[in-house]
Structures are given as structure tokens and as C-alpha cells.
């Protein structure tokens, strides 16, 4: 079946360090959508990409689809942390429901 | 609150027995995700409906598990036969339905099941 693989798997910064965390898959993807859970939470959605190449921004957040529509990341300037959580990318295949990476677990020293 | 419920949050069972749990999905959303997750990965799609119809369901999936929407509302998953490899969190999410763009999933809080 489909995989979307997501690194590192964990990453520890210092607060106020910036944070990325990259997504492939080997086939393309119809699109890709980005989600946070903190500690003993659930997933929560913070971002969609559709188009080739699109580049979405959120505050300290910057997400990149990429040109083959088969990578994304996650980029985090300055963080703090509130930032703390496993990001977890959802790829999403032509025709198919999504299927979730393993997520990277950041966390983010005072 | 408006958002996804799941009840009952946490179940602990014994091998062999069967569970059900529910899912409450916001009112206005066609469709309704269950998906599985272990400690330390991304969570696991196991079935989806669009409305009351079941339109997809992940050939990983065990017969022992089964799931309904019957008016299109809210779902119940059960699991027959419980085994101690069917611990993990069972979460629900709900999103309006189109092909594409996708919408965004709204997740509930998830019934953790323990099988002892």
C-alpha cells in the first residue's frame, strides 16, 4: 500500500531555534493536509496544499508542497513552547482516503 | 460543544469479548473517518462513510471489525472477538465531503481500548 514517510521522528530545540520537518512519499499525491496533537490530545488540522509548488504561511509556520507533489515540510521559526506536539503530515492519493506519516515529535526546551 | 464526541473515552476489556463504541460527528458533516492509533504513529484509516453509505474500508482491516452510520448521523464501530493486538486509540473524525479539494478532518477525542 501507500506510505508517507515523515523526518526526523523526533527533534529537540531550544526555544526560540527554528523546527522542520519534511514528508515523501515515492508516488504522487493529490494533496496533503498537515496536523498537530499535543500530549494526550487528538489530531488537529492546521493546513492544506493542493497545487505544485504552493507555499502556505501561518504566523511562525511555513508549509511547502513540493514541485512533483511527492514531498512537504514544515517549517517553525523561532519556536516556542506552545509549539510542543507530534506534526503529522496526511497525504492524500488520487481516488484513495489519506494516509498519515508517523509524525515527528517535537519538543522545545524553556 | 459542537465538536466530535466519542463515548465511552475508555474501555478496558478481556480477550474474546466484543466492544462497540460511538461516534457523535459535527451535524452539518457528511462524512465520518475511524481510524486507529498506536503509541508513537500517525493514525491508522480503517473505514469512512459519506452519509449512511460506507465507501471505503481499509483491506488491513480484520472481519472481527465492523461499523455503521444508520441515518447518516452518528457511527458505531464494533469489535468482535477483542485480541490484546486491537489495544490502541480509536479515534473518529468528521469533515464535509468533496472530492477535491479535500476538507478539513475534525477529530474527536478518541476511545482508548485496553484488552487484557
Known amino acids: 500500500g501507500q506510505q508517507v514517510m515523515q523526518i526526523p521522528q523526533y527533534q529537540h530545540v531550544q526555544e526560540g531555534e527554528d523546527f522542520t520537518t519534511y514528508c515523501n512519499s515515492s508516488?504522487?499525491?493529490?494533496?496533503i493536509q498537515w496536523y498537530k496533537q499535543r500530549p494526550g490530545g487528538h489530531p488537529v488540522f492546521l493546513i492544506q496544499?493542493?497545487?505544485?509548488?504552493e507555499v502556505k504561511k501561518q504566523k511562525r509556520l511555513t508549509f511547502q508542497f513540493g514541485e512533483a507533489k511527492k514531498n512537504s515540510s514544515l517549517h517553525i521559526t523561532a519556536t516556542q513552547t506552545t509549539d510542543v506536539g507530534t506534526y503529522f503530515c496526511?497525504?492524500?492519493?488520487?481516488?484513495?482516503?489519506?494516509?498519515f506519516g508517523p509524525g515527528t515529535r517535537l519538543s522545545v526546551l524553556p | 460543544d459542537t465538536g466530535v464526541s466519542q463515548d465511552p473515552r475508555h474501555k478496558i476489556t478481556k480477550r474474546g469479548q466484543n466492544v462497540t463504541f460511538r461516534c457523535d460527528p459535527i451535524?452539518?458533516?457528511?462524512?465520518l473517518y475511524w481510524y486507529r492509533q498506536t503509541l508513537g504513529q500517525g493514525p491508522e484509516f480503517l473505514t469512512y462513510?459519506?452519509?449512511?453509505?460506507?465507501?471505503?474500508k481499509s483491506r488491513l482491516l480484520s472481519d472481527r471489525f465492523s461499523a455503521e452510520r444508520p441515518k447518516g448521523s452518528f457511527s458505531t464501530l464494533e469489535i468482535q472477538r477483542t485480541e490484546q493486538g486491537d489495544s490502541a486509540m480509536y479515534l473518529c473524525?468528521?469533515?464535509?465531503?468533496?472530492?477535491?479539494?479535500?476538507?478539513?478532518?475534525?477529530f474527536g477525542p478518541g476511545t482508548r481500548l485496553t484488552v487484557t
Open positions: 473524525a468528521s469533515s464535509l465531503g468533496q472530492e477535491l479539494p479535500s476538507y478539513e478532518q475534525y
Open positions: 508516488t504522487t499525491l493529490s494533496n
Open positions: 496544499l493542493v497545487k505544485s509548488g
Open positions: 496526511a497525504g492524500r492519493y488520487y481516488g484513495q482516503n489519506f494516509v
Open positions: 451535524s452539518e458533516h457528511n462524512r
Open positions: 462513510f459519506q452519509n449512511e453509505a460506507q465507501l471505503e
